[in-house]
């Protein structure tokens, strides 16, 4: 199917903003943290796990041709070039919803130069093959890596082990695939461990880029809101030109209904001494 651009941004901004939803939310969170020098915790294992999970969706290439949307350039080498990012920073170029995409653009930058980065542990032991190595590697490869694990069967994870083993190729560890499928889950242990050191500081940025999204699209729900007659609904939205698609009008209506319910979690900072290390 073909869909306009204004249908092309109401789509990524509702499935990043729902991503976001499930995964920082005080289900998955502990409540009564502040909101300055925070440290925030997962209620329990299974919801770190969960969030790991939903954390490689939103750091994973949305299927372009079921929307239509335009793929990465192919000779990118910035690995957020392939996830939500990429298409937010896109809408934030070329705005259609809101003239000034200023408050999406800033939290979207800020994650991606923090993904971008090198993540440096020391001493990864895996003891089912006996190798001790330092490992020096992008975050996003990191993370992407132990949300892969924690979703699914080893059986399901011959391209993982393929990743794993580059990790340690590029750090001086050349190993072959069944001491990769071995690893896997030692791998995972070590890994998680630093997923929950990082998680306040990546559940602020979704955090921010959430509040981004509801202050471009405040002035739109301002535009849209119309009172109706009671016999049909107690209210409804004007949806913009160029969104015929019923579907994409659905899509709207639900943006919009996020914008009049806003995010429920507040705007926070992450202690420094969790910026530190990893």
């Given at each position: 199917m073909?869909?306009?651009?204004?249908?092309?941004?109401?789509i990524v901004l509702l499935a990043a903003w729902s991503l976001i939803d499930d995964m920082v939310n005080y289900q998955n969170f502990v409540k009564g943290h502040g909101t300055v020098e925070t440290n925030l915790k997962f209620k329990?294992?299974?919801?770190k796990r969960v969030f790991s999970i939903l954390l490689v969706d939103f750091l994973s290439k949305p299927k372009c041709g079921t929307f239509d949307l335009p793929g990465p350039p192919g000779n990118s080498s910035m690995k957020t070039d392939h996830t939500f990012l990429?298409?937010?920073?896109?809408i934030c170029a070329n705005p259609i919803l809101n003239?000034?995409?200023?408050?999406?653009?800033?939290?979207?930058?800020?994650?991606?130069e923090w993904l971008e980065g090198e993540c440096f542990?020391?001493?990864?032991?895996?003891?089912?093959?006996?190798?001790?190595?330092n490992i020096r590697e992008k975050r996003i490869f990191l993370?992407?890596?132990?949300?892969?694990?924690?979703?699914?069967?080893?059986?399901?994870?011959?391209?993982?082990?393929?990743?794993?083993?580059?990790?340690?190729?590029?750090?001086?560890?050349?190993i072959d695939v069944g001491k990769g499928f071995l690893i896997l889950r030692e791998f995972y242990e070590w890994f998680n461990s630093v997923l929950e050191y990082q998680a306040s500081t990546i559940a602020e940025h979704l955090n921010n880029i959430r509040l981004?999204?509801?202050d471009y699209l405040s002035p739109e729900y301002s535009r849209s809101d119309e009172m109706v007659d009671t016999s049909t609904g107690p209210y409804?939205?004007?949806?913009?030109?160029?969104?015929?698609?019923?579907?994409?009008?659905?899509?709207?209506?639900?943006?919009?209904?996020?914008?009049?319910?806003?995010?429920?979690?507040?705007?926070?900072?992450?202690?420094?001494?969790?910026?530190?290390?990893?």
């Open positions: 073909t869909y306009t651009k204004t249908e092309q941004e109401i329990e294992e299974t919801f990429f298409y937010l920073r896109r003239v000034d995409s200023s408050s999406i653009h800033k939290p979207v930058q800020q994650f991606i542990v020391e001493k990864v032991w895996f003891p089912s093959i006996k190798v001790e190595v993370l992407r890596i132990c949300g892969n694990i924690a979703k699914h069967n080893f059986a399901r994870l011959e391209a993982t082990v393929k990743d794993v083993r580059k990790v340690l190729k590029d750090n001086g560890e050349d981004g999204i509801f409804q939205f004007k949806g913009p030109k160029d969104c015929d698609d019923p579907m994409a009008q659905e899509m709207y209506y639900e943006l919009m209904n996020k914008v009049r319910g806003r995010p429920s979690f507040p705007r926070f900072t992450t202690a420094e001494w969790l910026k530190k290390r990893y």
